[in-house]
């Protein structure tokens, strides 16, 4: 199988390919315009497979698109905006490249006959929950400039399979981390501050709930709903994994060698949604578990940051973080 990754450049994006070309004989063609988030340095190691190709142009032109996508199988779509304070900064470009680019995206798709279009989105489209966990058919409840481009993007590409029958699958992720990840997130970033002495932000009172999954186990997912999913459904992909950011923060600071002085509290964000939570029967029953420990993982994941600092420590420079 041929395939076509948007945003393969970026954290997400840049691991699914090392999982493709570690568990599988697929070939993949790497899109990515290379914005702040995307970097060649991260996907420097699978360049040098003869299987990997990249091309540098941006999923808004549909000239480059078509070009590049004709021949290949499957479209995966990573590419987005993604930082929820960004898109409160300046939510243009999420509607951007989140809708105008899924569309261009979806209608070359539809005209060169792709056999699959996988598109990855969020658990943020479905806004705060208070209690329980969201449903695929739940409705969309999104609350920041960058939870209404993803929920619009998922709206645009699910059209195009029940208006012209492109074989569309959606899935909606919790938080990831892991390697590579761009460090203005939360885990990369407390990580980063943490091992150079330096003090951490936390939102409010620090008691917003989150499911961390780790990026593999996501990815995994991903590559199951690619191959087995049903055309015009939605997968939701978690962890079980909740916990605040007060113990996540907690958690950060031990595995660092660090304690609670080097917490700063900070304003909340604006519009901060207080818990997202999903559930997973769907995509369990096509065969997905979870394969790794939260407690390992995230162990796992600040040792990598440690052992990395020649990846992260231009990007923190270059970003003024």
């Known amino acids: 199988m041929k395939l076509f990754v948007t945003g393969a450049a970026g954290f997400i994006g840049s691991n699914y390919v090392r999982h493709v070309l570690d568990t599988t004989d697929h070939s993949v063609t790497i899109y990515d315009s290379l914005t702040y988030a995307g970097n060649l340095e991260s996907i420097r190691d699978v360049l040098d497979d003869t299987r990997c190709e990249f091309v540098h142009a941006d999923i808004c032109d549909a000239d480059d698109v078509t070009s590049a996508m004709a021949g290949h199988d499957a479209v995966v779509h990573f590419a987005a905006e993604s930082h929820v304070d960004r898109s409160i900064e300046d939510g243009s470009k999420f509607v951007r490249t989140n809708c105008m680019g899924t569309n261009v995206l979806c209608d070359v798709a539809n005209t060169v006959g792709v056999g699959t279009f996988l598109h990855i989105s969020t658990d943020e489209v479905y806004g705060s929950v208070e209690h329980g966990s969201s449903l695929e058919t739940d409705p969309l409840a999104p609350r920041s400039p960058y939870s209404a481009a993803k929920a619009g993007s998922d709206l645009i590409a699910l059209s195009y399979h029940s208006t012209y029958g492109l074989p569309v699958v959606v899935t909606r992720c919790t938080n990831n981390y892991g390697p590579y990840q761009f460090p203005e997130k939360v885990i990369p970033l407390f990580t980063t501050n943490l091992l150079d002495g330096r003090k951490i932000p936390l939102y409010g009172d620090g008691l917003n709930v989150r499911d961390w999954i ?63 939570s999903v559930n997973i029967d769907k995509i369990s029953s096509l065969g997905w578990s979870l394969d790794r420990s939260f407690e390992q993982s995230l162990e796992s994941t600040v040792a990598w940051y440690r052992d990395n600092r020649d990846w992260w420590e231009p990007l923190k420079r270059k970003a003024g973080l």
């Open 214 to 276: 780790h990026v593999e186990d996501h990815n995994r997912a991903a590559q199951l709903v690619l191959e087995k999913g049903t055309p015009g459904q939605i997968y939701n992909i978690g962890a079980g994994n909740e916990l605040t950011n007060l113990e996540l923060t907690s958690d950060l600071l031990a595995l660092t060698g660090r304690d609670d002085s080097f917490i700063e509290p900070v304003d909340d964000r604006l519009g901060h949604d207080r818990r997202y």
